[in-house]
């Protein structure tokens, strides 16, 4: 077995897994890319030193293989791949909703396949990525695969039937914390501070309640009742966010965020 590892669509998350890995002590030398377009290999080779090659000549080089395209490539990906692949590949799939029997149906008896969600924070080292074997997959590959995400961040172990709601949940996560420093960052200049003020006191503000989530030991419930002063400011905010339906709506959006990761599981849902 090589130490050489492939990132076979190197988008986003690609190459957020890409730099990580280089940080983490991979050598660019042992890392293979491969992109659709010939001007995105060229940002990739000139970034991190790795070097592009096509498809088929990754699956030449390496033996571990990681899938990073959007599900509704991922079936055209690997017809092509197919008839490289040889019995010391491991495939790691980083796509939402494509099941590990989806690679098992189409490549050769006994593929080992991981599944994988991580999340873009991969690219400051705090990612979550939570990893599932397929049926072929032993312990020693669902070990590479977390030496490999372990990289840039935390990594999970879950059942595969977990997978879609961990996408919606961790996968999808990071948006919905953007989202919300975006919507306070408006309410900021609603109550006359200058846009670059607000955002540095809410992005602050979300740093350190973060860190106390992480690090306290404390209940989430208990951590906002310690700021909730009795007759106080942050009471009249919280009957606001309960009378406009805030958690319903945060329910409701993760369950629709799951759903959407099943209606990928066929890699052709556009
Ligand atoms: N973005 C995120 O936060 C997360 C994404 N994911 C998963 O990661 C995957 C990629 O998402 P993301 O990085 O956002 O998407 P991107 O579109 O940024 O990346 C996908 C890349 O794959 C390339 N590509 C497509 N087909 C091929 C092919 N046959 N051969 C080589 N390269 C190919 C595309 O090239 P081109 O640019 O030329 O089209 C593109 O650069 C998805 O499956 C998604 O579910 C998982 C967790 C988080
Ligand atoms: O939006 C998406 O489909 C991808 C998967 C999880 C995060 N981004």
């Not at 571990?64 to 509704?72: N, S």
């Not at 919905?176 to 540095?200: Q, S, W």
């Not at 993760?254 to 990928?264: I, P, T």
Request: glycine share 8%.
């Amino acid at each position: 077995m090589t130490q050489k590892v492939a990132v076979l669509g190197t988008g986003k998350i690609g190459e957020a897994l890409l730099s990580g890995m280089i940080r983490g002590g991979w050598t660019p030398e042992d890392l293979l890319v491969t992109t659709r377009r010939p001007e995105r290999a060229e940002e990739l080779r000139a970034r991190h030193g790795v070097t592009p090659v096509s498809n088929a000549e990754a699956v030449k080089a390496a033996d571990t293989l990681i899938l990073t395209v959007k599900p509704q490539d991922m079936g055209h990906l690997v017809d092509e791949l197919a008839p490289h692949l040889a019995a010391h590949h491991l495939i790691i799939s980083g796509a939402a909703g494509i099941p590990t029997s989806f690679f098992e149906d189409r490549l050769a008896a006994g593929t080992p396949v991981v599944r994988v969600m991580t999340n873009t924070p991969a690219l400051v080292d705090e990612a979550m990525s939570v990893i599932s074997a397929g049926s072929h997959a032993t312990a020693a590959h669902l070990a590479h695969a977390e030496a490999i995400f372990g990289a840039v961040g935390k990594t999970l172990r879950v059942p595969e039937s977990q997978q879609d709601a961990c996408t919606a949940l961790s996968g999808s996560g990071p948006a919905y914390f953007f989202y919300l420093v975006e919507a306070m960052t408006d309410a900021g200049i609603l109550l006359g501070l200058p846009r670059d003020k607000a955002h540095d006191l809410i992005v602050q503000s979300a740093i350190g309640a973060a860190t106390m989530l992480r690090d306290s030991g404390e209940h989430p419930v208990r951590l906002r009742e310690n700021v909730t002063s009795p007759a106080g400011t942050t009471i009249n905010a919280i009957r606001e966010l309960e009378n406009h339906g805030v958690r319903a709506a945060l329910i409701a959006a993760l369950e629709a965020a799951r759903d959407r990761s099943r209606e990928l599981a066929s890699g052709t849902k556009d």
